[in-house]
Nanobody
Framework: QVQVVESGGGLVQPGGSLRLSCTAS????????MGWYRQAPGKQREVVAV???????TYADSVKGRFTISRGNAANTEYLQMNSLQPEDTAVYYC??????????????WGQGTQVTVSS
């Protein structure tokens, strides 16, 4: 029943900006965390940024100072603002949602991903 949908990917030039959106629907329990991961061709999926219980987010060292995540007006929406994009940021970006119930995580959900390509 839970669905996670990302949007906002596209092609941008180095130094450009892009904003990704993630919306989760059909949540049964409370949201423990929402975050963004990315995967380049032939590479392992890696964490980009995560916030736990809508608290202060944490970022991968490679994106600190350039990327920012934030919750939307709806509690089940998360944005990823990407500035000063570089070719090394090219990847498929995935939204991740973890639900919590009875004091422990109970389920994890992934979106289908959205392609971000940084090239001149």
């Amino acid at each position: 029943q839970v669905q996670v949908v990302e949007s906002g990917g596209g092609l941008v030039q180095p130094g450009g900006s892009l904003r990704l959106s993630c919306t989760a629907s059909g949540i049964i329990f409370s949201i423990y965390s929402m975050g963004w991961y990315r995967q380049a061709p032939g590479k392992q999926r890696e964490v980009v940024a995560v916030d736990i219980r809508a608290d202060k987010p944490t970022y991968a060292d490679s994106v600190k100072g350039r990327f920012t995540i934030s919750r939307g007006n709806a509690a089940n929406t998360e944005y990823l603002q990407m500035n000063s994009l570089q070719p090394e940021d090219t990847a498929v970006y995935y939204c991740n949602v973890v639900e919590i119930g009875a004091g422990a995580p109970v389920s994890e959900h992934w979106g289908q991903g959205t392609q971000v390509t940084v090239s001149s």
